[in-house]
């Protein structure tokens, strides 16, 4: 394994400083620099851009974050016993790492921006992940103050991220919010093993782009029809969402939608037209 910068290894970084991944805290340690490396230019150029990552844990993406040209890092990390040598770190790269000790769901990283914009790029905290992404989503007014997202997920998430009704097991409420303000894909796998402790499964790298101007929806109505109709994906529409509308028949036959259809078969910008139809008769 080849050193990106004169910093010591990582393992001995975690060593040194008694730095247990806990369970609790959704911590699985990478210590491979080169995977990291890996990771930090699959999000692109990094020369002059701000980046937000979350659990940083003991700091290897975010060395490989610095070392790959990244002007500044924002690194949010809750568990405190990994702040010492998150700020060894940041004595190596001066001015160049904000070391934040908070809760990344409670944090609001937007005012850490000064009106500016950043990346985000973080092998999340699995028990977090999917949270924090809905999240990211939920910014209004969009596009949002993130330019894009390379993430590292379960690999069960990132399929449903992607999922479109061509892969119906996957396809749900996260892959129609994910693809209908973003651009989606898998980036790469990374096996368990790369990991300290390995997790059970195998990960993935995501990458989403935020549409400039995605189709026109209010968001929170979107959110309650895809509710109703993947809370109960093996009914047809005209059952499923009666949960939120009295007479669902006739709204799924007004947005050009089959009433028989299943959540399962119908796609995002099909879910966009019956909340743009709900919301204009309302």
């Not at 975690?14 to 230019?41: P, W």
């Not at 659990?55 to 060395?63: A, E, I, K, S, V």
């Amino acid at each position: 394994m080849s050193q990106i910068d004169s910093l010591p290894p990582l393992r001995e970084v975690v060593e040194r400083h008694g730095l247990m991944a806990q369970k609790s805290l959704g911590q699985n340690f990478l210590y491979d620099l080169n995977l990291t490396s890996r990771i930090a230019r699959s999000a692109g150029t990094l020369e002059g851009e701000t980046v937000v990552e979350i659990g940083p844990g003991p700091g290897g993406l975010t060395r490989a974050l610095l070392a790959n040209g990244a002007a500044r890092v924002i690194a949010i990390e809750r568990d405190r016993r990994c702040l010492p040598a998150l700020q060894e770190i940041a004595a190596h790269y001066p001015g160049r790492l904000d070391i934040v000790d908070g809760d990344a769901l409670a944090v609001d990283l937007s005012s850490r921006l000064d009106g500016g914009k950043a990346r985000i790029i973080a092998n999340l905290p699995y028990n977090i992940g999917t949270p924090l992404l809905v999240g990211w989503l939920n910014l209004d007014p969009w596009p949002p103050w993130w330019t894009s997202l390379t993430l590292m997920f379960q690999r069960e998430v990132a399929e449903r991220i992607v999922a479109t009704p061509d892969q119906r097991a996957d396809y749900g409420r996260l892959a129609v919010l994910c693809n209908w303000r973003c651009e989606t894909k898998i980036l790469f796998d990374v096996p368990r093993t790369a990991f300290v402790p390995p997790p059970k499964i195998t990960s993935a790298v995501v990458q989403l782009l935020p549409r400039q101007t995605p189709e026109p929806c209010d968001r929170r109505l979107l959110e309650r029809i895809t509710l109703a109709a993947f809370g109960q994906r093996r009914k047809m529409l005209r059952q499923s969402l009666k949960a939120v509308l009295a007479e669902p028949g006739a709204w799924i036959e007004a947005a050009g939608l089959i009433a028989t259809a299943r959540a399962e078969e119908i796609p995002v910008a099909g879910f966009v037209r019956l909340a743009n139809t709900l919301s204009e008769h309302a």
